[in-house]
């Protein structure tokens, strides 16, 4: 049996020497640390699990037991998702729900959605990760709201350690169906007591609170329109005893907000104030729709927003006021959402598009190539709780990628390759490296081979959908 993560590197003893590894020669190196510093000819050093040196490549030691020629490429920061549902990958381009807006959108695939089971769960988990390592990113959230046919919030995290992916797993949940209101059916949610039990237990089992950890649980239900009031104040009330972060969807669309107004006499975020969903713990998916007393509201309490554009777009959902939240102060960071509402996960592309719709909304100076960068490291870190990710710094955990500026797509564009990874096409990286571990080198996926796993992803997926008709 192939061992756990966990048997491999253990992030509870982030001190314990391990193995070396030196980056030199980058072409460009991005810190995002304090200083926002770019250095060429730059590299670091890493021994074991975390970052030691960054600088000038002559001001590094000159050997390791690993060493890696960055010549020929920009290196950043590993990129953070803050929003995602990863099973949705099974279910990208369906065309019954390929120019809905939100709710017409949720309506029709919670019926495909009934049939998941576990293998699903896990293998579209594999297939979604392995699609963002390979743009990457190296940490990932995901919102896991549905359980049917005995999956479990275990068959996401199976895969997570399996690929070697920094996870944020939510334990979502859905309590709310159409009998009592809701907008899912009544097939597709769970009792109240029983969704807490769970949750009580995956963070019991696998949350990791120490520095460096890969993995950790967020308590997630899914949105006002699909839990109880009383799920959401009890689901607060046991994130904050076990220290954890709380996660759902607010003010993603126009219907969004005249679906609270109606059922709670408030705005998405006077609710969210109501039930204790601010605060530092806490992040909120989209937002497109948060006015100014909630934008005020995410400043006072540094409430977390995660910006998706792509999906934004592709359900017609909105511009989100992302320059406006920024400079309130209000923690902003990149999602890609899930791969059946941006039908790809590809976090440079997602980091161009947040930039060029901030445009679209509010001027070409509304975002620069380097804010929406942050966005896509700093800003992620910041929204999932983490001083750990995000900068490349000493002390720092070693999740770093590298770009090939010798590709076509950047030809022309190296008098500024930082701004050239955004504004140009999206690229993928030829290095990934998460905790001192290599996990794509060369451009090829090092802990899982690709092939056999999308060949039965796509198996499950037509499956899925048969069993939908």
Same mark, same amino acid.
Request: hydrophobic letters at 40%; aromatic letters at 6%; charged letters at 20%.
């Given at each position: ?5 966990? =048997? #491999? *590197?253990?992030?509870? /003893? ?50 390791? !037991? ?9 290196? +950043?920061?590993?990129?953070?998702? +803050?929003?995602?549902? %990863?099973? *949705? ?71 997570? =350690? ?16 159409? $009998? ?12 109240? !007591?029983?969704?807490?039990?769970? +949750? *009580? ?26 839990? @109880? ?10 994130? #904050? ?21 109606? $059922? ?24 497109? *729709? ?33 320059? $406006? ?17 941006? /039908? ?54 070693? !999740?770093?990628?590298?770009? !090939?500026? #010798? ?24 290095? @990934? ?7 794509? $080198? ?24 048969? %069993?939908?008709?």
């Amino acid at each position: 049996m192939e061992p756990t993560l966990a =048997q #491999r *590197q253990n992030p509870r /003893d982030p001190q314990k020497p391990g193995k070396t590894l030196l980056v030199k020669n980058a072409d460009m190196l991005v810190t995002m640390d304090g200083a926002r510093r770019e250095i060429r000819g730059g590299g670091l050093y890493v021994e074991g699990n975390r970052i030691v040196a960054v600088g000038p490549t002559a001001e590094l030691p000159a050997t390791a !037991d690993e060493v890696i020629d960055a010549s020929g490429h920009l290196v +950043t920061p590993g990129l953070v998702n +803050t929003h995602h549902h %990863m099973y *949705q990958s099974l279910t990208r381009a369906v065309p019954a729900a390929q120019d809905a807006e939100l709710f017409g959108w949720l309506t029709s695939l919670y019926k495909v959605w009934a049939n998941l089971t576990p293998e699903m769960i896990e293998v579209s988990t594999l297939t979604a990760m392995s699609e963002l390592l390979l743009s990457g990113c190296t940490t990932s959230s995901d919102h896991l709201y549905i359980y049917p046919n005995g999956s479990r919030l275990d068959d996401s995290i199976r895969a997570a =350690q399996r690929i070697g992916m920094r996870f944020h797993a939510s334990r979502g949940s859905m309590s709310v169906g159409q $009998k009592d209101g809701g907008l899912p059916p009544d097939a597709v949610v769970e009792r109240d !007591d029983a969704i807490l039990a769970d +949750t *009580q237990r995956v963070i019991e089992t696998y949350h990791d609170e120490g520095r460096y950890a890969m993995l950790r649980i967020v308590v997630a239900p899914c949105s006002p329109f699909s839990v @109880s009031r009383d799920l959401m104040r009890e689901s607060a009330a046991l994130a #904050r005893h076990y220290g954890v972060s709380m996660h759902t969807h607010l003010a993603e669309n126009a219907n969004d907000i005249a679906y609270s107004r109606e $059922k709670f006499g408030m705005t998405p975020a006077e609710y969210a104030e109501d039930l204790g969903w601010v605060g530092r713990d806490v992040w909120h998916a989209h937002c497109v *729709q948060l006015d100014d007393h909630g934008i005020g509201l995410f400043s006072r309490t540094c409430t977390g927003v995660a910006h998706c554009p792509c999906s934004n777009m592709r359900l017609a959902s909105g511009i989100a006021p992302v320059k $406006k939240m920024r400079l309130a102060g209000v923690p902003v960071g990149l999602g890609v959402d899930g791969s059946a509402s941006n /039908d790809g996960a590809q976090m440079v592309a997602e980091a161009r598009q947040a930039m060029l719709l901030a445009r679209v909304g509010f001027g070409p100076d509304a975002m620069t190539a380097r804010e929406a960068l942050e966005i896509a490291t700093l800003g992620g870190s910041q929204v999932l709780g983490r001083d750990d990710i995000g900068a490349l710094a000493p002390g720092m955990a070693a !999740d770093f990628v590298a770009f !090939d500026l #010798r590709q076509p797509l950047f030809a022309g564009a190296l008098h500024d390759p930082v701004a050239a990874l955004v504004f140009c096409a999206p690229s993928q990286v030829a290095l @990934s490296v998460i905790g001192g571990r290599v996990i794509v $080198k060369e451009g090829v996926l090092q802990t899982v081979e690709l092939e056999p796993v999308i060949e039965r992803h796509n198996r499950l997926a037509a499956q899925l959908m048969q %069993m939908a008709r």
